[in-house]
């Protein structure tokens, strides 16, 4: 079974700044693909992004971009110019096996952007 | 207007009362999954449909039911079964294959509260 480790519970940073989210993700597949979700308080699930393990190009989804390190297992979001509308829970997924079997999810990180 | 709409958006359940949670989909998607919410955690999978008059068990199966009797809906039953089910509820579904457009698409949720 797949397992996904967000080890940051919590993360604050100055509104403009950049900040690195951390996902780390265990698998013996080579075909997969990787999400960040984003929920804010209104608890509607936003994808973010996308990562699909055989493209070795980074994903880039305008402020927001992932450095994936297949060999590392760790699939990382990068949100620049941070602004207050980013403030909410972050969760990584996998999605694996054909697809089918749905994602799994790590535990996220709640992101407070601060005026 | 497509998409996913789940129903109630707040149901309160007294003890040992089974309830039934609607997930309506118009976006023609086979795969449709439930997961379930608890403060502070990530999503966690319950069942899963990959086509009509199939569903199988997820991570959390116990003291749910399902049943998926049209394309379009994917009704979760909670039973009295289920001793701590205050949480808040996902119903999603899958465009299907990995391909470049693969996507998890969620409803706005249901909450779930024991009284």
Not at chain 1, 66 to 79: E, R, Y
Not at chain 1, 95 to 110: S, V, W
Not at chain 2, 43 to 71: H, M, P, T
Request: net charge neutral; glycine share 8%; proline share 3%.
């Amino acid at each position: 079974a797949q397992t996904v480790t967000q080890s940051q519970p919590e993360m604050s940073v100055q509104e403009a700044e950049t900040v690195t989210l951390s996902c780390t993700y265990d698998t013996s597949e080579n075909n997969y693909y990787l999400f960040w979700y984003k929920q804010p308080p209104s608890r509607q699930m936003i994808l973010v992004i996308r990562q699909e393990a055989y493209k070795q190009q980074n994903a880039t989804e305008n402020r927001f971009s992932v450095n994936f390190q297949k060999a590392a297992k760790s699939f990382s979001l990068k949100i620049s110019d941070s602004q207050l509308g980013d403030t909410a829970m972050y969760f990584c997924a996998f999605q694996g096996g054909g697809g089918a079997d749905g994602l799994t999810f790590g535990k996220g990180t709640h992101l407070i952007i601060q005026p | 207007d497509g998409g996913i709409t789940q129903s109630p958006k707040y149901l309160f359940r007294k003890e040992g009362q089974n309830v039934t949670l609607s997930c309506e989909q118009n976006l023609n998607h086979d795969a449709m999954y439930w997961y379930r919410q608890d403060p502070g955690q990530g999503l966690r999978l319950i069942y899963y449909s990959q086509i009509v008059n199939d569903f199988q068990k997820g991570d959390i199966a116990e003291g749910y039911s399902v049943s998926r009797e049209k394309k379009e809906s994917f009704p979760l039953t909670v039973t009295s079964a289920q001793k701590n089910p205050t949480a808040f509820y996902l119903c999603a579904t899958w465009t299907g294959a990995l391909h470049s457009g693969n996507t998890i698409y969620f409803g706005e949720g249901s909450w779930l509260t024991v009284v």
